[in-house]
């Protein structure tokens, strides 16, 4: 039986964005995708949901003060 990483409860969620999904997040944000922060391709997280070098990754980690922050990465 093998682990999922996401089913452990300090891994936050992880989800791969759609193109149109990321196209709208760079057009909000108002940068180009070499302006994110960056994950490596080879991330077990990454591997896990199936990440690929140019996708945009959404990170939703629960925040005592905030309830629910959201991050964004570029694979590389």
Known sequence: ???KL???MLVPK????????????LKILGIGKE?????????PIAKEI???????VKITRKSL???E???YRLVV
């Open 1 to 3: 039986m093998k682990f």
């Open 6 to 8: 996401q089913d452990h």
């Open 14 to 25: 992880h989800e791969v964005l759609s193109k149109e999904e990321a196209e709208e997040l």
């Open 35 to 43: 302006q994110l922060p960056k994950i490596k391709a080879d991330d």
């Open 50 to 56: 199936g990440a690929k070098p140019g996708d945009i």
């Open 65 to 67: 003060t905030a309830g």
């Open 69 to 71: 922050s959201v991050f």
